[in-house]
């Protein structure tokens, strides 16, 4: 911490990064900066909180390689601040930066978490509800701004279960240009009708122009995604109601 800084600000630090590092393992890096002094504190205020670290795994096998988030002005509880415990006694508005490497984003593909959120999606085709359950996906970040995907899906259609590859290429979304499909190819299979493909294309739209989505009290968008190889970085802004009661911190 820089010497300037109050000693409140430094105890108040330095207490909520020993809080997390208890619960991690040879974490390459973390570090949160808590702006406030003391009478700041009885009132139950603070400026703003910056956290960054480095080599992170959040919930199960989602892995950070660098994240560095800010917030505004909060209100949080005195009591709790006092002993460098954070608690927000109302929602408080974020930004974060977070990099992910492709061997992160494979991790986490595998992981319980991301496979239960993807389990059958469904869609509306011609009047008749088709679902996929993803089996196996990889991603690969060969730079250029692209995205590659390769994986295997059951496809549950007219009371019929059948195995389907495939490969694609496509653009994500960025402040500058909308998502863009570059390449699809069925590699395994029967292939698929173009009304499902049609349908896939208007569900993947609605997902990718949602407004934000909600996991928990924390409400998030993305605001930008930039693709290099190997890596994918996020731009996010988020409301937090209050830290996520199922969130945890370990490291690899």
């Known amino acids: ?32 900066d808590v702006q406030t002094d003391l009478l700041k504190i009885l009132q139950g205020q603070a400026d703003g909180v910056s956290v960054a670290g480095q080599g992170l795994i959040i919930k ?29 006694n109302e929602p408080v508005n974020t930004i974060a930066r977070i990099i992910l490497t492709e061997v992160d984003i494979n991790r986490a593909l595998t992981s319980e978490f991301i496979r239960s959120q993807m389990r059958n999606l469904e869609l509306n085709v011609d009047g008749e509800i ?32 059948r195995p389907l590859a495939y490969t694609a290429i496509a653009r994500p979304r960025t402040h500058s240009q909308p ?50 190889k190997g890596t994918l970085i996020l731009m996010l802004e988020a409301q937090v109601k209050q830290i996520p009661s199922s969130l945890t911190v370990i490291s690899p």
């Open 1 to 32: 911490m820089p010497d300037e800084h109050r000693l409140e600000e430094q105890f108040l630090s330095q207490e909520a990064e020993k809080r997390i590092s208890n619960q991690l393992d040879e974490v390459e890096e973390i570090q949160i």
């Open 60 to 88: 199960e096998d989602i892995r950070v390689q660098e994240i560095k988030l800010k917030t505004d002005s909060i209100t949080i509880n005195p009591f709790s601040a006092l002993f460098g415990q954070i608690e927000l």
């Open 130 to 161: 088709v679902s996929f359950e993803p089996e196996e996906i990889q991603v690969f970040l060969p730079g250029d701004g692209k995205i590659e995907f390769k994986g295997k899906v059951l496809l549950k259609e007219r009371g019929n279960t």
């Open 179 to 228: 998502a863009m499909l570059e390449g699809f190819n069925c590699t395994e299979g029967e292939g698929i009708s173009i009304e499902l493909i049609t349908a896939f294309m208007q569900k993947a739209k609605e997902l990718m122009n949602t407004p934000s989505f909600q996991w928990e009290d924390i409400a998030f968008s993305i605001k930008d995604i930039e693709v290099q």
